[in-house]
Each structure stands twice: as structure tokens, then as C-alpha cells.
């Protein structure tokens, strides 16, 4: 019997995350974020009419691993500037890996390292605002060079 590695609880950053439920190596393959493959125009047109959390994953050929549809507690991964995971894009899967040893009872974290379309405002720099705590947080989940603009 194989021992649960993470489990998705409350988070003092955002909603629910993911944590730690055994000590972690560096580089370990974590979980793969599932969900439906489709397409950005159809997962948006969801989210409008869905009130609630963003589970959409881009991949870089411009279709998203909606994580609302078919997905696993991977959809729970928060933001953080300082990331302890990394996402690896494989064809149209994406695997969350360890970028350092995590400890039980640690939140796991990505870098959304988010884009946007159109010009940055203040109602977006609010919308996209990031809470991880890290004495370098750059506040925000937009990837960094969008934030100097």
C-alpha cells in the first residue's frame, strides 16, 4: 500500500491548497494537473458563467487543461514568487514536480507567472495581487516582466 504523498486542505494564502503529507525530495514527480484539454475561448466562456475559483492551465500551444472539468486536487496549487514545484509540460500533460525538498505539513507552490491581454490597469494589478508572504514577493501572479509595465 503506497502512503498518500499531498493531500488539498484550507490555505492561509488563497482557498484551499496543497500540502505535504510525507517528506519530499527535490526533482520527485508530484502529480500530474488534470482535466479537459480545450480551448481558451471555451474555458473563459465557463469561468463568466461559473462563479468561483480559476482551475484553467495554459499549455504552450495556445489550449488550456481545464482543471474544472475531469481534474484533480492539482488544481489546488497556489501562487507563490518563490516556488517550491515547477510545472513540466509533456505533450498536452502537465506533471508538478519538486523544485526543492518539501517537508510535511508544507504548502506546495507554482509561479503562475501569469499573462494578460490589453493594457495593465489598477482594477487588474488588484485582480492579479499575490498574498504568498515571501520576503520577496513582487506582489503580484503576473509574470515578472508584466509587472515593470
Known sequence: ??????????????????????????????????????????????????????????????????????????????HACTPNCEAIETGDRVFIHALTGIKPGEELFIDYSLAIDGEMTEDIRVQYACHCGDPVCRGSMLGSALIAT
Open 1 to 78: 500500500m503506497r502512503l498518500r504523498r499531498i493531500t488539498a486542505r484550507c490555505s492561509s494564502v488563497h482557498g484551499k491548497g496543497l500540502f505535504a503529507l510525507q517528506p519530499i525530495a527535490a526533482g520527485e514527480r508530484l502529480i500530474e494537473y488534470k482535466g479537459e484539454v480545450t480551448s481558451w475561448r471555451r474555458a473563459a466562456a465557463r469561468q463568466r458563467s461559473e462563479a468561483g475559483h480559476t482551475f484553467v492551465f495554459g499549455l504552450s500551444d495556445g489550449r488550456v487543461i481545464d482543471g474544472s472539468r475531469g481534474g484533480n486536487s492539482a488544481r489546488f496549487l497556489n
